[in-house]
């Protein structure tokens, strides 16, 4: 789904909320505790020293980091970064801009809760009216070197490493010195300057996560030594493996599948005897390529998905129900089919592994709707807030930015108004509800491991049910702060017996069930695993249980699956 990024984003109130409480914890409780208390004590060292070179330096320092310079200096950073690369480090600038800006935007909602004298010494500078808790300075010095820093470190590999380690040395020292000067001039204690370190490396750790890092950059290790699905086997050795000999499909999205990397998939191919190759591409009017016809004119013994979660569930559409293994070289935008079924995260390896391990028959999901043709879905059905934002994003910004360009289509949307809805589970009792957003998954786990749905699993024979509903920035607040705790270590297994009813004060609520109806008041946008379908004003899923074979690659040595199936035995990351 291509929305699965931003949610990460949403971690940005919940860093605000702690920071606030560590400063309502500073000026209150804690004021009179060691080490606070013996604050005062090194800010009148501080100003007892003062002279020489140090006072200009940090009177530079100080300046480097004031407000206008940071903002000159982003502008000038983002203009540069553009202009040199001719576009192609949009995102790059995008994420500076926007550590920036939100480290920004983090600190001053702190100084609205927080109030913090500024240290009793003689000041250096005129006392901005703001709290003295956390240092504002600090924090955007961090936003901008650091960011600046990162670039260097992910961008510039090409560069000599000595001048590269260097130049982010140099970087990454500026908030240093700048911290030590805020101190120093008499108008931070050292915890606020410790604070704002910490508002800027948080935030550069969010917005780095959610806008820089390609997919394939943040392979997924956290699945090492979790037990992978128990395999619905057949055959002699208890694998199921696709059969070798036989005629292999692949379908190729040209966008995401380049030349190079379609060429090392017919090598792949090859080595694992697939000699008998078909191609087909996909195309707007034909997302699964001509998939169909090469499946039902031939014995086909597998088809391999080049492309995104939308191309994977055009082909699972046409596959779902028979015998023929499918296998996904994951080469979307979000891939979270791929992700949440711990293939490798650089494509060829995710069909080097899926080809050396055995198939499995997971669960798809069936759809139905007004003006909307039956389909199946492998991740999630969704209508509201996350189709809005889908569907708005422009294939341009798309392009150039990626996840960010969805980024910005959900602040158009925030504002969105509520749904009104009415859903039935399993042909239960109607239940009226307002929500922002619904998504039905067949598995959980989005972009940045976030959790949206902590109890689905692909082979669970159901399909888990959230809706979004929170109120004013409290509640939005609370949702991020309990999606942002699953991913906490030892959080992210499964509730015992599941996540059901209303969690952060009603800001998500979750169903299970096997066949899910739900009507809109009004025609809503929808959308299947990140492709828009329209709109409409009603939503129905049901499970088809285990009706796709899929390659997943060698199950870990030593966490073998047990003989008997165990309960709630992890899928997703955070399942
Ligand atoms: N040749 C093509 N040109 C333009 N669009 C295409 C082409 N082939 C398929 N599409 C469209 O691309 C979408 C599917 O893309 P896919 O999901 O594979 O990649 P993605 O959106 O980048 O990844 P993800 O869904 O994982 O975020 C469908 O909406 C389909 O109509």
């Known amino acids: 789904m291509s929305a699965g990024r931003l949610p990460v984003l949403l971690l940005l109130p919940v860093q605000a909320a702690l920071l606030m409480g560590v ?20 800010n009148r060292v501080l100003a007892a020293h003062r002279g020489g070179p140090a006072t200009p330096f940090s009177e530079w320092l100080s300046l480097l980091a004031g407000t206008q310079s940071v903002i000159s200096l982003t502008l000038l950073a983002v203009v540069a970064l553009v202009a040199v690369s001719r576009g192609r480090w949009l995102r790059e600038a995008v ?16 100084t609205l809760v927080v109030e913090r004298p500024r240290p009793g010494v003689a000041h250096l500078d005129a006392a901005p009216p703001t709290s003295s808790f956390p240092s504002g300075h600090v924090g955007a010095s961090v936003a901008l070197f650091g960011g600046l820093a990162i670039l260097v470190a992910v961008r510039l590999r090409g560069t000599r490493r ?14 240093v010195a700048v911290a030590f000067s805020r101190v120093y001039r008499g108008m931070h204690h050292p915890s606020d300057v410790v604070a704002g370190l910490l508002n800027g490396a948080c935030t550069l750790l969010v917005v780095t996560h959610a806008l820089l890092l390609p997919a394939r950059a943040r392979a997924v290790s956290a699945v090492h030594g979790e037990r992978l699905p128990s395999a619905r086997a057949t055959g002699d050795d208890g694998a199921d493996r696709p059969a070798e000999g036989r005629r292999v499909v692949v379908v190729r999205h040209p966008y995401g ?13 090859r080595r694992h005897g697939y000699a008998d190759q078909v191609w087909t591409a996909t195309s707007t009017e034909e997302p699964a390529g001509a998939l169909a016809p090469l499946v039902a004119g031939a014995d086909t013994g597998l088809v391999v998905v080049c492309g995104g979660d939308g191309t994977v569930r055009a082909c699972a559409d046409v596959v779902s129900g028979t015998d023929t293994a499918l296998a996904v070289v994951p080469c ?8 949440n079924l ?12 899926a080809l050396s391990g055995e198939t499995v028959r997971i669960d798809v999901g069936r759809v139905r709707g007004d003006g909307l043709e039956p389909a199946r879905f492998t991740v999630m059905a969704g209508a509201g807030f996350d189709a809005a ?16 360009a969805y980024v910005l289509s959900a602040v158009r949307h925030l504002g969105d108004p509520r749904m009104r809805l009415s859903i039935r589970l399993d042909g239960g009792p109607v239940r009226e509800r307002r929500a922002r957003m619904v ?6 786990t989005l972009q940045g491991g976030l959790p949206l749905l902590p109890d689905a699993r692909p082979d669970s024979g159901r399909l888990e049910v959230v809706l979004l509903d929170p109120r004013g920035a409290r509640g939005w607040l609370a949702a991020a702060g309990h999606l942002g705790s699953r991913m906490l270590p030892g959080r992210a297994t499964r509730t015992p017996g599941g996540a059901r009813g209303a969690v952060a004060g009603g800001a998500l609520e979750y169903f299970s069930a096997v066949h899910v109806d739900i009507s809109f008041a009004k025609p809503q946008p929808r959308e299947l695993d990140g492709d828009v379908v329209g709109a409409g004003t009603r939503l129905t899923a049901e499970v088809e249980p285990g009706a796709l074979r899929i390659c997943l690659p060698p199950r870990p040595r030593a966490v073998e699956a047990p003989t008997a199936p165990v309960e709630h035995a992890p899928f997703t990351v955070g399942g």
Request: hydrophobic residues 60%; charged residues 15%.
């Open 389 to 404: 934002m889908v569907g708005d994003a422009s294939e341009r910004v798309k392009e150039r930015l990626g996840w960010a």
């Open 342 to 353: 711990r293939l490798p995260s650089d494509p060829a390896a995710a069909l080097e592994a």
């Open 257 to 269: 599948c380049g030349a190079e990397l379609a060429e090392r998939v017919r090598v792949i191919l």
């Open 332 to 339: 979307g935008t979000g891939n979270l089919l791929a992700r």
């Open 439 to 444: 998504v039905i998954g067949n598995v959980g």
């Open 95 to 110: 994420f500076l801009a926007v550590a920036v800006a939100a480290q920004s935007a983090v600190f001053l909602l702190v």
């Open 23 to 42: 400063g309502l914890l500073v000026t209150g409780p804690l004021a009179d505790l060691w080490p606070l208390v013996a604050e005062d004590g090194v």
């Open 162 to 175: 000595w001048v590269r380690y260097a130049v982010i040395a140099v970087l990454l020292l500026i908030p």
